[in-house]
């Protein structure tokens, strides 16, 4: 039985996963806020559908279903770094998305291109490993960019906070005291 007519239906060329992979835009959105318990189900959710997705590929052999295992394990790392991410709202663990994504894409991209041969295999993994290179650039510039917008929003922060406190200025005891401690309360001071 020929391996490749029984491949996964969701199988994609090693470039087209890559990038449907790192389509999503991982730093524009702010971060969720999470229960504790919330996060715990989440988690436990992940972890059922990786074990029923990899339950699936019981019904492969050969490489078909060494390509569908990766597939599961992915989507489950993809999976747990974006509830990461989305628990802590850090902007490093925003970041880790992206580069597990890119890992993850390489990974299943190098399984299928086990399934060819000769120099097609050679331009196979070369293209993944181009694509997971690229990949992870994105990644390291979507990390500065997030960390640069991040010090742009406290350098506009501290400019109004200072702003605000000069207000204050013009105002003598109490009012003075409760002016600055309301803009310290506002600007996170």
């Known amino acids: 039985m020929n391996a490749t007519n029984h491949r996964p239906h969701s199988a994609f060329r090693p470039v087209t996963l890559a990038v449907a992979l790192l389509g999503s835009a991982v730093f524009a959105h702010a971060a969720t806020t999470m229960s504790r318990a919330d996060y715990g189900a989440a988690k436990e959710r992940i972890e059922a559908d990786y074990k029923a997705a990899k339950g699936a590929c019981d019904s492969y052999s050969g490489n078909a279903k060494d390509i569908c295992v990766e597939q599961a394990k992915a989507k489950e790392k993809v999976a747990r770094a974006e509830l990461e991410a989305d628990y802590t709202g850090k902007v490093d663990d925003r970041a880790k998305v992206a580069t597990v994504k890119a890992d993850t894409s390489y990974d299943v991209a ?3 291109c086990d399934d060819k041969g000769g120099n097609a295999k050679d331009v196979c993994m070369s293209e993944a490993k181009a694509a997971h290179t690229k ?17 742009a929003l406290e350098d506009k922060r501290d400019a109004d906070y200072k702003v605000a406190v ?24």
């Open 110 to 112: 190098k399984e299928q």
């Open 135 to 151: 990949a992870l650039a994105d990644a390291k510039l979507g990390k500065k960019v997030g960390e640069a917008r991040q010090d």
């Open 166 to 189: 000069q207000k204050c200025d013009t105002l003598a005891g109490d009012a003075k005291g409760t002016c600055v401690n309301e803009a310290k309360a506002r600007y996170q001071k």
